[in-house]
């Protein structure tokens, strides 16, 4: 076990990894919560695989129908386990991982068990396959009914040629109603391997127990070896330039995202990330003036929001607004990315933004798990010195990154009355 300190917080870490690979966070805070969070590194950007010498074809949404079914098991539910022990349990997927998680004040070390249970003992049948078939294609329908998601979607469909991100994570109509026990066993003993997933626990609670317990967990399961991805290269332009759908609402939405490619920069990723964050912060957040603009165009029906996403080599800036003319969003946003420029003052104030943020988070349980298992996820570490590394972000720096930023690939959907 590893005691380590994030620099200029105060919040430590213990670090541990089992013999089979599952690796161990836990961050003591004496809070009355405990927070605990299993994450696998699987998620719906999941096509191809390879596992024991075989080849596999995932249908798309298939590990999020997954994490629907580890909540069942042959003699109970994981969901009704929770309520009973006091706590609030769930697990969502996203396009990179897979996340199980439960808080509460009571009864930790039975929730910790059924959080173990719920990721790392399968049970799968025909008929509760069926079953969850109707209720996701159901949650699916409900998503593509809001012309916000539904302009998301195609937008990211768009965006991507080859890369399974292009999908929904919670697949299609079609791949969902084409899953099977088969596939779902598959991807679970390729991907739901301990050297695949990792525990991060936050609160007032001893490591020493906590890696004891897992020790003890899994000392008669066998380890098994983890799957690979396949994946195919990525051409750097956009799959479609411009998408209209027709659908019977008021006001038209409209969602872009600029596909930018990232390879050539060799610096940290959570660094570049940082500065990319800058960027849009310095062009399009109220401290830039942009929502002044927006608030000022007549055509222009709502604000403008937007987020940054880094898939591999690139990173998705997507915006998203109601309008009258999205020519006219696509226009203010094309005249913001040509004129980047960062300047010392406004920069400073970003970075006290955000070191202000990581304290607060320091003071809540639940905040300080999410930061900490977050960057596991994106990053494949804990950043201990992310503190240090936004206070030496420099304006020189930041000019220097955004004029290598190419802003020409760009995709936009248009859901329309």
Known sequence: MIKKKFKDLDLEIYEHTLDNGFKIYVCKMDRYKIDARITVNVGGELEKFKYQNKTFTAPYGVSHFLEHKMFTKADSDISS????NGAFGNAYTDDYSTVYHFSSPVKFWDNLEALFRCVNEPYFTDENVLKEKGIITQELMDLLSDPTALAYFRTKYNAFHNNSYKYPVIGTKESIESITKEDLYNVYNAFYAPSNMHLVVTGN?????????AEKYYQDKPFNKKGEKVTELEPKTVCQRKDIINKNINNKVCFINYKVDISNFSIPNFELQRYLNVLLLARFSSLSGFNDLVMQNENILSPISWRLDVKGNYANFYFQAETKDEEIVLDLLNERFNNLKMEEELLDLIKKNWINGYILATDNVIEASTLINEQIIKYG?????????IKNLTAEKANEIFKQLDFANYTFTVVQK
């Not at 386990?81 to 009973?84: G, I, M, R, S, T």
């Not at 570490?381 to 590394?389: G, H, I, L, R, S």
């Open 381 to 389: 570490e804990v950043v201990y010195d992310a503190t240090a590394v």
């Open 205 to 213: 609670v001893e490591p020493q127990k906590v890696i004891a317990f």
């Open 81 to 84: 386990v929770y309520e009973k």
